[in-house]
């Protein structure tokens, strides 16, 4: 019996049950039939062996059980479809990773920028001229005519504040969808 519950413990608990259930009253009805109902208790473990050596070999009568019964379908199966719908959730995961890491990312350099334009007020923020230049973020040589085209001022640290709470709800959602992608699999 312990061969019999190591050979189907990868099966679903029912299946398992079943099967071992199966195997008992087997046993039971072949001791039935060599002894009369009150001595079924008292049966020698020579009779016990006799009947085993009857079943044959565990893995099998198993799995000669596992195909004649309804179980078989359910065991050979889902595997297939299993592996064909856990590409697309795969991908779709694999895609909601990137994007959560990306929204993460952009979070950290606005983070980074609110920080520097408290220790660089003049040197941080979002200068544009058209046609001349476009700066977002650190200037490396401050130019007077750059200085002049700061296109946020002092609107740049709320701006920032209001991209980084927007980005913040943005990862939550990515990682509730995660959540329930990860329910799926």
């Known amino acids: 019996m312990s061969t019999a519950t190591a050979l189907v413990k ?32 008292n049966a020698l473990p020579s009779q016990l062996q006799e009947i085993l050596d009857k079943l044959g070999l565990p893995q099998t009568f198993i799995k000669e059980m596992i195909l004649s019964t309804s179980i078989a379908p359910s065991i050979e199966s889902p595997r297939k479809s299993v592996s064909l719908l856990r590409v697309p959730i795969m991908l779709t995961q694999g895609i909601v990773n990137m994007i959560y890491y990306i929204i993460y990312t952009l979070m950290l350099i606005a983070v980074f920028l609110v920080v520097a334009k408290f220790i660089d007020p003049h040197g941080v923020g979002f200068f544009y001229a058209p046609n001349k230049f476009f700066i977002f973020g ?24 209001f991209i980084i709470s927007g980005l913040y709800y943005s990862s939550t959602l990515i990682l509730k969808l995660k959540k329930s992608i990860h329910h799926k699999l």
């Open 10 to 41: 990868k099966l679903a608990l029912e299946q398992r049950q079943d099967i071992l259930c199966e195997i008992n009253s087997h046993i039971f009805e072949a001791l039935q039939q060599q002894l009369p109902p009150q001595l079924i208790q």
């Open 138 to 161: 650190k200037l490396i040589l401050q130019h007077e005519e750059a200085l002049r085209y700061e296109q946020l001022g002092n609107y740049f640290i709320p701006a920032f504040l």
